[in-house]
């Protein structure tokens, strides 16, 4: 399961790639799925978030959509696992693969809220506009 | 005036016979055909009735495809969804296996089972029409529907055949009784002596011991010479059904229980087969998760929630019961009994339908199957836990099955058992309020000689969400620590005292995001708001999924290191509650819609 994958990334402490400078990692994998949206929810990617003092950037790619992609947003949560609202859009490949990349300034909250793993990145595509894959951010 | 009545009468049982007007209660003929639902029965038998049974009733995670909780769940929604769904998840880790056709077969199948008239149009994939517009949830008769009718009371093998003969025209032709005929040599009967204190060559029940320690002291085998092992026989199981037997093994012989209710016996030395019996009918039944031994005898739970004794030496029937009250629906079990000082200690599950009788804990006597005592899992108005389900009638409380083995403390002569949840699984779903829903959910310890509860435990008061804590109960004695441990879908371990139910302390062993605090001096989890305020149609998100940060495989107590070694997963899902009628006969193992992550 996609959680599994998640979890273990959030069980893994990965020291600060530079000094100063906090990486996160998240890999996309399809939401929640049942019958309905099972043809049209597929791909996979990853995502990698940098935090610089203040200054997030987010890249990534993805990969095996089923339909092109329309949007890419960072969403800030309340409890891990659990969706929030979307707090940035981000540039993406309108394809069935392609990368994402955004830059933004976070508050000190909305940096507290990240490492505590409360973001998550989320792509929609044209037969999935509710989401398509989603990851969340850990250390 | 009465001349045109007559006449009137007898147009419309003209029309009626033609298919022209519908009679009250009947259902439009169409949606699929004959053929294909006849075609779609041995598939289902094939691939399917394991988890929902023969009946269609459902047990566990599997939900019922019959009845009111199948449309209250589906009669909303249309053809193409079921059969979308179905080919889209099933068989559980292998949907898409079957051709389309097959998957049609076997919803045209459901829906005749679910008073679905068959018609001159075949049932396609893009067929979409309104399930309830075809489906009337009186279940039609099931055509040769193996293991749906019981044998009576202590019925003897030969009643038994008798019966199982009759079932219909198309049960499969499954040779029954001892198939196989043998005697194991110089057998030694197990007493009580042997269960409390198990020779180290021996397994003589479900966990090896009544601590449920899962834990053999042997030690030839070790990291050492592991390297060094090398195949000496191997033995092919029957295939078909759920398969999650736990072998015993006395004096070197291993008795076997395989899938489509077949007891082997094999000489562990050579794998060599000493005998076989065959004492059910049902090809795709589930091979119990464990069996028992005592005296001269071995004791299995059908999947249909018989009590088999067999003669340890031979294989031959004793005799058999059937547990429960069937004139209101059947039952299932998944685990086999635990035997202390000559009585059989068994679950029960398949208990989500409406009815009267709840589900409950029995002993039976090993040399009878006599019933001595029952302990209701579920509490009624005016008993111990009764005001726990708030204001809801006797008839609509369901749920607290309980399908895995418990455990035994000799000196404390009590026997412990966790139980399921309430059904179905939201509290919207079963109007339950916020209410506790005792004894679901809970470790119970009840004395073997009475059956009376000595104490109980209820880990997650009105559970919601589908994780059982239903899980075997570990016993460990550390210093004066006489403690009992289990864990739950939650994933949560708990420890508590044995001799008092109290609260000893939890550990979370996966991430769970269901519960935002836990009560320091009970323990008691607290859910998150929008889990308490559910609503219907909301997707409720959380994490483990109903598949269990642990599900039925056991831990182990690891008695020289002290250490629990605890089977995990992580997965997580979005819920969905769905709305469940409240009638008679009605009810729902489930009643939610899921999609995993």
């Known amino acids: 399961m996609a959680g599994a994958a998640w979890l273990g990334q959030f069980l893994s402490n990965y020291p600060a790639q530079a000094q100063g400078q906090e990486t996160f990692k998240g890999r996309l994998a399809p939401v929640p799925l049942d019958a309905k949206t099972r043809p049209d929810v597929a791909g996979f990617g990853s995502a990698t978030a940098v935090l610089a003092g203040t200054k997030l950037t987010v890249s990534g790619n993805f990969s095996e959509f089923k339909s092109p992609a329309t949007v890419a947003r960072v969403h800030q949560s309340r409890i891990t696992g659990i969706r929030g609202p979307a707090l940035f859009d981000l540039t993406v490949t309108k394809g069935m693969s392609g990368t994402i990349s955004g830059s933004f300034d976070l508050t000190s909250q909305q940096a507290d809220a990240l490492r505590k793993g409360l973001f998550y990145v989320q792509i929609h595509t044209e037969k999935a506009p509710d989401g398509n894959v989603w990851g969340w951010l850990f250390k | 005036m009465l001349r045109l009545r007559n006449h009137l009468v007898f147009a419309i049982a003209i029309l009626a016979a033609l298919g022209v007007v519908m009679l009250p209660g009947q259902q439009a003929a169409g949606g699929f055909t004959a053929a294909q639902a006849n075609a779609g029965r041995p598939l289902y038998t094939d691939n399917c009735a394991a988890c929902h049974l023969p009946t269609l009733q459902g047990s566990g995670d599997a939900p019922a495809l019959a009845g009111t909780g199948f449309l209250s769940a589906w009669g909303e929604r249309t053809t193409r ?70 044998g009576g009371q202590q019925a003897k093998q030969g009643d ?58 042997l030690n030839q085998i070790n990291a050492g010479n592991a390297g060094d092992l090398r195949l000496v026989w191997m033995w092919a199981m029957n295939e078909g059904g759920t398969n999650q037997p736990a072998p015993l093994a006395h004096n070197g012989v291993i008795y076997l229980n395989n899938t489509g209710n077949i007891m082997q016996a094999l000489d562990g030395r050579t794998g060599e087969l000493i005998w076989e019996n065959r ?7 589930a091979a119990m998760r464990g069996i028992a031994i005592y005296d001269d005898k071995l004791f299995v739970a059908t999947s249909d929630a018989n009590l088999v004794a067999m003669d340890a030496r031979t294989g031959k029937t004793v005799w058999q019961v059937v547990k429960g009250d069937r004139s209101k629906g059947n039952y299932s079990t998944s685990s086999g009994p635990l035997v202390v000082k000559g009585r059989l200690i068994q679950g029960l599950g398949g208990c989500s339908v409406y009815r009267e009788e709840k589900c409950f804990i029995s002993a039976h006597d090993s040399s009878s199957g006599k019933e ?11 008993e111990q836990g009764g005001d726990t389900w708030g204001g809801l009638p006797d008839l609509f409380r369901a749920g607290a099955e309980t399908w895995i083995t418990g455990s035994y403390d000799p000196d404390l002569n009590l026997t412990y058992w966790g139980t399921a949840q309430s059904k179905p699984w939201f509290r919207i779903s079963r109007k339950s309020g916020n209410g506790a829903t005792l004894f679901a959910n809970s470790t119970v310890a009840l004395n073997v000689d009475t059956g009376r509860l000595q104490w109980y435990y209820n880990h997650v008061p009105g559970e919601t969400l589908d994780l059982d804590e239903v899980f075997e109960r570990v016993l460990v004695d550390d210093g004066n620590d006489k403690a009992v441990f289990s864990v739950g879908k939650h994933g949560i371990l708990w420890k508590l005292d044995r001799r008092t139910g109290k609260y000893l302390g939890h550990k979370e062993t996966v991430f769970q995001n269901v519960f935002e605090s836990f009560d320091p001096q009970t323990g008691e989890p607290h859910y998150r708001n929008d ?29 020289p290191g002290n250490r629990l070694i605890i089977p995990l997963s992580q997965s997580c899902l979005d819920l969905n509650a769905q709305v469940v009628e409240q009638v008679e006969g009605g009810g729902c193992g489930g009643c939610a819609l899921r999609r995993f992550w």
């Open chain 2, 81 to 150: 969804d079921l059969v979308a769904f179905i080919q889209a998840t099933m068989p559980p880790g292998a949907a898409g296996r079957l051709s389309e056709n097959d998957y049609l077969n076997i919803a045209a199948m459901i829906l005749e089972t679910n008073g679905g008239r068959a018609g001159n149009q075949a049932l396609t994939a893009a067929t979409n029409a309104q399930i309830r517009t075809i489906a009337q949830a009186q279940a039609a008769p099931q055509k040769g529907a193996p293991g749906a009718k019981q």
């Open chain 2, 160 to 217: 038994q055949q008798a019966k199982q003969g009759k079932q219909g025209k198309q049960a499969p032709a499954v040779p029954l009784g001892i198939t196989v005929a043998g005697e194991v040599r110089n057998f030694t009967p197990v007493t009580d002596a042997m269960l409390r204190n198990p020779d180290p060559g021996d397994w003589l029940m479900i966990r090896r011991d009544y601590k449920a320690s899962n834990f053999s002291p």
């Open chain 2, 279 to 285: 004492y059910g009918t049902n090809a795709t039944a």
């Open chain 2, 372 to 382: 001595i005592w029952r302990f209701n899992t579920i509490a009624k108005q005016g």
């Open chain 2, 531 to 559: 889990i308490v305020e559910q609503r219907f149609g909301e997707w409720i998100p959380g994490c483990p999924s109903t598949e269990g940060g642990k599900d039925w495989p056991a831990m182990t107590h690891f008695l």
